[in-house]
């Protein structure tokens, strides 16, 4: 028998150089399928997060609804009280703005058996916005149904600060997203943003969410602005 045909017939040999040329091929394959899938799984399971958690299943937000959204495009303030719409240029955009002695206000529903509502907003105090004795106290106060909780202020144009008075059953919450930059409105001055959280603990009635603006000068000088409000609650009906 020749050597080709004993060596072609021969069982004997180590397997194992075999498996590694092939395990090295399907862990190569495998690397490169995931190269190529990972990125639109990633964004796959981003918009299905997104999509669990809207309004229309509410599974990871324990039953919150919304009331009410407002970016304040386009001069969209239906159901706003006082204040205008304004575009104050920059990254602010269209703003509800208040001038001095200006008060804006919108109402709440809330629904029998609410376990809580819930309004966030941007508050941007604009351009010389300051509060000092000399120069006065341009202070932003917002109200829930004409009670003060939280009082906005940013003194010789600094980054905004807050007092917030403590009332039982109300929890605000406000954090300071933009210090001392310029936002938009006058170049001259820099501006201060914070993003304010107010949550009412089982509500009874409607609530009229409001904001007082106590600034001294036209709007063309300083103001108070708000921006991306939303009104929601958990609990009520089928809850």
């Known amino acids: 028998m020749s050597d080709h045909v004993t060596f072609w017939s021969d069982e004997s040999g180590a397997v194992t150089v075999d498996w590694v040329v092939m395990t090295g091929g399907v862990v190569g394959l495998g690397l490169a399928t995931m190269a190529v899938v990972s990125g639109g799984v990633e964004n796959l399971s981003g918009d299905i997060a ?52 200006e008060t ?13 509502a819930i309004m966030q907003f941007d508050l941007i105090a604009g351009d010389s916005i300051d509060s000092s004795e000399a120069y006065g106290y341009d202070t932003a106060t917002i109200m829930l149904n004409g009670t003060p909780v939280a009082f906005a202020m940013a003194e010789d144009h600094e980054a905004m600060t807050f ?6 059953g109300t929890t605000v919450e406000a954090t300071v997203t933009v210090e001392e930059q310029d ?6 001055w820099t501006d201060s943003a914070a993003t304010v959280t107010v949550t ?33 609650t958990t609990g009520g009906p089928g809850f």
């Open 50 to 101: 997104r999509q669990l958690s809207s309004d229309g299943w509410n599974l990871f937000d324990n039953g919150l609804q919304n009331v009410a959204s407002f970016d304040f495009t386009g001069g969209d303030a239906e159901g706003w009280l006082g204040g205008t719409v304004m575009d104050m240029g920059g990254s602010l955009g269209e703003l509800l703005v208040l001038g001095p002695g």
């Open 104 to 116: 804006t206000s919108f109402w709440v529903d809330v629904a029998e058996g609410t376990d809580q």
């Open 163 to 168: 007092e917030i008075p403590q009332i039982d």
């Open 183 to 188: 936002l938009g409105g006058n170049p001259t």
């Open 200 to 232: 009412v603990d089982q509500p009874t009635e409607p609530i009229q969410f409001a904001v007082d603006s106590d600034s001294n000068q036209s709007i063309n000088d300083e103001f108070w602005g708000l921006d991306n409000f939303d009104a929601s």
